[in-house]
């Protein structure tokens, strides 16, 4: 296990490496001039001496391999530089925003785990069944609706609707925004912020929870036919015993690496949801950055959304030991 996570670890250097690298050279072989965009913005024509200063403070008339450098000096001391546009330290802008995408993706992964797995185990056990068209229908129409398209029918029937409507105040949840920003163990809702969190929440879990139903449903399915499910079967359990004992433990190995690669996608990949609600995390800040050209906040928080990723699939693989004792990871088999 040990040589697995050294080995895993040594390959997070080269992938963050290269990710960030290529974003960085993306960054000049887009039209443009960050410089003028800097300086006046993009719909004047700004002081051809502005863009000069502008140039010069930032570096940017360094040859690219210079900046490169430069760049990757820093990020080795973690200084992840100041925005173009407003100076302000990334560092700073990463503290702020982070915590914010964290709790939407830890919310979103909550209800992929309960709503997903719950069901996938129900449509497999009830096979053929009512309930298994059903949500065999549900769940294709959630993973085939967009993000932006769900968010907004959330926002019109269950804030807009009952504000017009005079709902009782407790059915009536908010359109959009952070909200109080008030929380309990960082990610727990207190006071009126869960009306801010439950439908961009439920937005973001929307595909993925459709799709890890389905993936649970294949899998327990493959399970149910195997042999030691009946050599359980023949010993006299219940069928509660030998779906929950034997069968959901190994159903579960494919839809951990589903949902945690999807934590650590959601983490800096939920651009539309943020957008439409205007939830100031990650994915919204580093969509306003791309519009402005502002290369450290692009990078900075590329950076962080890459190493968390694969910080993330790490700890998917490591817990495939415990769901599947067979496994060993990084351990020879035989002598």
Same mark, same amino acid.
């Given at each position: ?8 670890? &040594? ?57 490169? &450098? ?12 100041? *925005? ?33 797995? *719950? ?9 053929? *069944?009512?309930?298994? #068209? ?84 294949? *899998? ?14 023949? #010993? ?64 900075? &928080? ?34």
């Amino acid at each position: 296990m040990f040589a697995f996570i050294v080995r895993r670890l &040594l390959q997070l250097i080269p992938t963050v490496f290269l990710a960030i690298s290529f974003l960085f050279l993306l960054f000049y072989v887009l039209p443009s001039d960050p410089a003028s965009i800097i300086a006046g913005g993009n719909n004047r024509t700004p002081d051809p001496l502005v863009v000069e200063q502008v140039r010069e403070r930032y570096g940017l008339n360094d040859p690219v391999l210079q900046q490169f &450098l430069h760049y990757w000096g820093r990020v080795l001391h973690w200084d992840l530089g100041t *925005s173009f546009n407003n100076g302000q330290s990334v560092n700073a802008l990463l503290a702020e925003k982070a915590p914010r995408s964290i709790r939407l993706a830890i919310w979103a992964t909550i209800i992929e785990v309960i709503v997903g797995i *719950s069901v996938g185990l129900i449509s497999a056990v009830k096979r053929y *069944s009512l309930i298994d #068209k059903l949500t065999t229908v549900a769940t294709t129409a959630a993973a085939a609706i967009p993000a932006f398209v769900l968010g907004y029918l959330l926002q019109y029937t269950f804030a807009v609707t009952p504000e017009k409507r005079n709902w009782p105040d407790w059915l009536q949840l908010k359109t959009s925004r952070l909200g109080p920003d008030s929380w309990f163990l960082f990610f727990i809702p207190t006071s009126d912020q869960w009306r801010y969190l439950i439908l961009p929440s439920i937005t973001l879990a929307s595909v993925s929870t459709a799709l890890a139903a389905r993936m649970m449903r294949g *899998s327990m399915l493959e399970v149910l036919k195997a042999d030691f499910m009946r050599t359980a079967k023949s #010993k006299g359990l219940g069928e509660r015993a030998v779906i929950f004992r034997h069968g959901l433990r190994n159903a579960l190995i494919p839809v951990i690496t589903l949902i945690g690669i999807d934590f650590g996608t959601v983490v800096g990949a939920a651009v539309l949801t943020e957008t439409v609600f205007s939830w100031p995390g990650i994915g919204s800040q580093i969509v306003d950055s791309v519009f402005d050209r502002d290369l450290p906040v692009i990078l900075g &928080l590329s950076l962080v959304v890459v190493i968390a990723y694969v910080t993330v699939n790490l700890i998917v693989d490591m817990s495939y030991a415990w769901f599947d004792p067979r496994i060993r990871l990084g351990e020879r088999v035989g002598g």
